[in-house]
């Protein structure tokens, strides 16, 4: 809990806090309790409701179309994690004629939301002559998307080192190459490693998007299998299983970061950045599961 | 040009429905994501159960999945009929708010706990507290990631496109309907956030560089 706004509590306090909590409970479990009441009420717990999931066919539709959107996600995180290093190199150029559109390039695609990437790839390139599957859509929006956010992740990664670890490298005589690929980077991509699996998240949640151009994943086997009137109509089960997974599978990435940050607190070979500014970056301009800014310095 | 200059009126409306989106579910999510961070910072362990249980399962949930529970999913439960752009704000600011709540979450517990020790030591009353010497050091930090968060909600918006809300994002469909050029359109209608979103991205940047306290 928060010591920040509340004092330890005395025996006044104590006795109001527990009435507020038994309120607090009735109040939640009331609401839960009428949400619980409205889907058993409109029959969405009736076996009839969720019998698709016995047929093998729709088995398979399911284990297919979460291929779908792993790959997707897979392909997707590779590319975006190269665009990311690429354009990250190119920022921390000591020549402006790479830096500039470099800079520009990054912070363009950071500005342009996905969707529009991504029916500007399936839906506008067909007309210069340019067709492309769903597929190679939705990957490349989330490559140039998500490697955008990534490449200032590992700039803000790489500046946020301590300078003398730099300086002592120039003080060696080592060349800017043998600084970054020796010095900085390995030291960065540690302390980084969290972040990047935490916008790994946020690009896993982005391949939902997909279903707006029709790409045939997760998300359009639940819509789909939801609008068939055999089985009743299932939306709401087909959407309770479709979250359950996606829920699922952000859950078990957001451990590993959680894992991955805690192993670092021990680690003393890695250093502690200046600022969570990197941090910053993938909980504000992304919405992802990021650390928030300032939670490590309590 | 002409596919921008024959379809102004497209353009404008749809923009134009893209900032209402983005207003009325950002003043929403402002409100709740504040509720829910003081549920989570509350001295309640059942409040504090419930806000860190919503913000994990809708942190961990793809917009899209939100949007579509809403549109196709929620009308079978049969509890308040939503039109779609209805559902498009209630869809967004359920999203927006978990994020908004952690941002200022974080910023509350970025204020050092002997400023809090200090004034109730100063006999002052939680409002004082509050209002004196919490809110305005959290302020500074929490400032500029909410520009960041509300930044990715006006992108967000544009989801809304895929459910038969006509902003931005569905200006292609009736370009691709008049036969004009889908590919310049859209091209106009990136440009268009690039210009929406790039001041909002240079009042972060001043705001964090102003209030970036070294402490």
């Not at chain 1, 790959?71 to 354009?87: K, R, T």
């Not at chain 1, 769903?134 to 490559?143: C, K």
Request: hydrophobic share 55%.
């Amino acid at each position: 809990m928060s010591s920040v706004l509340f004092d330890i509590p005395g025996p006044r306090a104590r006795m109001r806090y527990r009435t507020l909590a038994i309120v607090g409970a009735l109040a939640i479990a009331a609401l839960v309790g009428y949400v619980v009441y409205r889907f058993a009420d409109t029959g969405q717990f009736t076996a009839r409701k969720w019998e698709f999931i016995q047929y093998e066919q729709i088995q398979i539709g399911l284990v297919t179309a979460l291929g779908r959107t792993l790959s997707a996600f897979g392909l997707g995180a590779v590319l975006a994690m190269i665009f990311g290093a690429i354009f990250a190199a190119a920022r921390l150029s000591d020549h402006a004629w790479i830096r500039t559109p470099a800079a520009v390039i990054v912070e363009g695609f950071r500005a342009i939301p996905l969707v529009i990437m991504m029916f500007f790839f399936y839906y506008g390139l067909p007309s210069a002559g340019i067709k492309m599957s769903a597929f190679t859509a939705v990957v490349l929006g989330l490559t140039l998307y998500n490697g955008s956010v990534l490449a200032e992740v590992f700039r803000a990664g790489i500046n946020s080192l301590p300078r003398g670890q730099s300086e002592a490298a120039y003080a060696l005589g080592m060349r800017k190459t043998q600084v970054m690929v020796l010095v900085l980077l390995p030291q960065a991509l540690r302390a980084m490693l969290p972040t990047i699996v935490s916008q790994l998240v946020v690009l896993l949640k982005d391949t939902a998007l997909g279903f707006l151009i029709t790409y045939e994943e997760l998300l359009n086997w639940g819509r789909q299998l939801g609008s068939q009137l055999q089985f009743g109509r299932p939306y709401v089960p087909t959407m309770l299983t479709v979250a359950a997974i996606y829920i699922g599978m952000c859950l078990l990435l957001t451990w590993f970061a959680n894992y991955l940050e805690k192993r670092n607190r021990r680690n003393k070979k890695v250093i502690k950045l200046d600022n969570n500014k990197a941090e910053g970056i993938v909980l504000g301009e992304s919405m992802g599961a990021g650390v928030p800014p300032g939670a490590g310095t309590l | 040009m002409s596919v921008l200059t024959n379809n102004l009126d497209l353009f404008l409306s749809g923009f134009g429905t893209t900032l209402r989106l983005f207003l009325i579910s950002g003043v929403l999510s402002l409100v709740l994501g504040t509720i829910l961070a003081m549920l989570r910072v509350s001295p309640v362990p059942v409040f504090r159960a419930v806000g860190t249980t919503y913000v994990t399962v809708v942190r961990n949930t793809p917009l899209t999945l939100v949007f579509v529970f809403f549109v196709f999913a929620y009308p079978y439960l049969e509890i308040i009929k939503f039109d779609f752009f209805t559902s498009a704000v209630v869809a967004l600011t359920l999203y927006t708010s978990a994020f908004i709540c952690e941002v200022v979450r974080s910023g509350i517990n970025t204020v050092p706990i002997g400023q809090a020790e200090a004034s109730r030591a100063l006999g002052l009353t939680f409002g004082q507290m509050l209002s004196n010497i919490v809110l305005p050091q959290a302020m500074r930090s929490v400032v500029p990631p909410m520009v960041s968060t509300l930044i990715a909600l006006l992108k967000n918006t544009t989801v809304a496109a895929g459910f038969s809300v006509a902003e931005a994002g569905r200006i292609r469909d009736a370009l691709s309907e008049q036969g004009e050029n889908v590919l310049v359109g859209l091209l106009w209608v990136a440009a268009g956030f690039i210009i929406l979103v790039m001041p909002l991205t240079l009042l972060q940047r001043i705001l964090e560089k102003r209030w970036s306290v070294a402490r």
